[in-house]
């Protein structure tokens, strides 16, 4: 017996998906068949890769991908893309919060900005979707919330990052009592090191002791996040919800 995930007449908006874990979550949703939303903060590289996957999409199926710019840690910008949505696709069936940063220091050496910069978006920019994305959201609907083997393991120099990480999965906790009169499911995926841009950055010694604790002995990939995405919004995972799922590769620390 075969089972295919269907999201034909779907829209799903990801977060931060001009790349790694969430332009390739884009990709394994439209090949679902949803129509995606793309979003990017409009920095550096990030319209133009999004604008690029976006046209590749819609080569591959016409009027099939949008991009929408806006930085999830503005309030004001965030309730104006999802009102953008609304009006252009009418309305939102999966919400993944993927968008995030990183500004790694010892507490020493962290400055007010780097903290405060790290929570407002990765935990207030998730706070921020959801509160503007909930209302525009249909019935039956799902919220993914990208969270981190940090929340648990709680690393060396990421005091900011962890912090906002285990918020972010208590976040969806919270969700998941509040959406469940709508039908709508809230849950988290906590991934380990995966292989992207991000994680290129970790100094290659710490690489090594990473590898060196994962019972499967490799770095996950993009690919296995996104569809751990695409499960928890498909009818397969219809009574799971306020979840955290981790994707390690089995490392417990």
């Not at 648990?152 to 906002?164: D, I, K, R, V």
């Not at 996104?226 to 219809?238: D, R, T």
């Amino acid at each position: 017996m075969s089972l295919t995930v269907s999201l034909a007449g779907k829209v799903a908006l990801i977060t931060g998906s001009s790349q790694g874990i969430g332009a390739e979550t884009a990709r394994v949703f439209h090949r679902a068949g949803a129509t995606v939303v793309l979003n990017h903060p409009d920095v550096g590289t990030t319209r133009h890769d999004a604008d690029t996957l976006a046209a590749a999409l819609n080569q591959q199926r016409p009027a099939s991908a949008l991009v929408l710019a806006a930085d999830v840690a503005n309030a004001s910008a965030v309730e104006a893309m999802m009102t953008g949505i609304c009006e252009q696709l009418g309305g939102l069936d999966y919400l993944i919060n993927n968008a995030a940063i990183i500004r790694d220091r010892t507490l020493a050496k962290m400055t007010l900005e780097e903290w405060s910069s790290v929570i407002d978006v990765n935990l207030s920019g998730v706070f921020h979707c959801c509160k503007y994305g909930l209302p525009v959201m249909r019935d039956g609907g799902a919220v993914v919330s990208l969270g981190s083997i940090a929340a648990l393991q709680g690393f060396y120099g990421q005091a900011n990052y962890a912090a906002a990480k285990a918020g972010v999965q208590a976040l969806m906790r919270v969700v998941s009592r509040e959406g469940a009169r709508r039908g709508i499911r809230a849950n988290a995926i906590a991934p380990g090191v995966i292989d992207t841009a991000m994680a290129a950055t970790i100094p290659e010694t710490v690489r090594a002791e990473m590898l060196h604790q994962i019972p499967l002995g490799r770095f996950g990939t993009p690919t296995e996040v996104a569809q751990v995405a695409l499960f928890l919004c498909s009818p397969l995972a219809g009574y799971v919800t306020g979840q955290t799922i981790e994707v390690n590769g089995g490392w417990r620390g």
